[in-house]
């Protein structure tokens, strides 16, 4: 059964300052997805990475995923309270399922 | 255009009750999935219908859960007999098919008193 861990768990921050918070798989991602999520709210995809040493930016979001395909980085630039929420990583793999770590619960502090 | 709805948002039931929660997915979704997201975690997959049937239902911690999906539209996921251990957000999510974006519904968030 594939594991994903990330980290941190809990991260808070003040407006402006710069971040990154990681994942990292027991084994090689099919197709690695990143998703905010907000509070009483479902996840929301941001970025789809399939191929290793991948990067894709999203305005200040960058997503770089790791060459053996086992391990993913968000950076996060100048963070702005809009960008608090949970952010999951999760791999939709060879079913038709998402397998999704426990998340980072990301707070930026006005 | 209209996301994924799910009725009702929060539900309330003593242990030992029935308990039915609905899920309306986006128009022309074939796929539709149910997730459960206890506190602290990250969502964790139940059962997932292609049309009417369901094609993997895996995740269903065990034979008090049943899901149903009759017209290949509206998906209703059932728990009988209800637990404290059964408490937690649950999720429904639909796609046009397999191997496409999931697309989420805002929850059911259940509290089994």
């Known amino acids: 059964t594939q594991l994903l861990e990330q980290s941190p768990q809990f991260l808070s921050i003040q407006e402006g300052e710069n971040l990154t918070v990681y994942c990292n798989s027991s084994?090689?991602?099919?197709?690695l997805q990143w998703y905010r999520q907000e509070p009483g709210e479902g996840p929301v995809l941001l970025v789809t990475?399939?191929?290793?040493?991948e990067v894709k930016k999203l305005k200040r979001l960058t997503f770089q995923f790791g060459d053996a395909r086992k391990d993913s980085s968000l950076h996060i630039t100048a963070a702005q309270p809009g960008d608090t929420g949970l952010y999951l990583c999760a791999d939709q793999g060879g079913s038709e399922k998402l397998v999704f770590g426990k998340g980072t619960k990301l707070t930026v502090n006005p | 255009g209209a996301g994924v709805s799910q009725t009702p948002s929060n539900k309330v039931t003593e242990k030992g009750k029935y308990v039915e929660l609905r899920c309306d997915p986006i128009s022309g979704h074939t796929a539709l999935y149910w997730y459960r997201q206890s506190l602290g975690q990250g969502p964790e997959f139940l059962i997932y219908f292609q049309g009417t049937g369901a094609a993997d239902d895996s995740g269903l911690p065990n034979d008090r859960f049943f899901a149903v999906r009759p017209e290949g539209s509206v998906s209703t996921l059932k728990i009988q007999r209800t637990e404290r251990g059964d408490s937690a957000v649950y999720l429904c999510?639909?796609?046009?098919?397999?191997?496409?974006?999931?697309?989420f519904g805002p929850g059911t968030r259940l509290t089994v008193t």
């Open positions: 999510a639909s796609s046009p098919g397999t191997i496409y974006e999931q697309y």
């Open positions: 990475v399939v191929t290793g040493g």
């Open positions: 084994s090689v991602f099919s197709s």
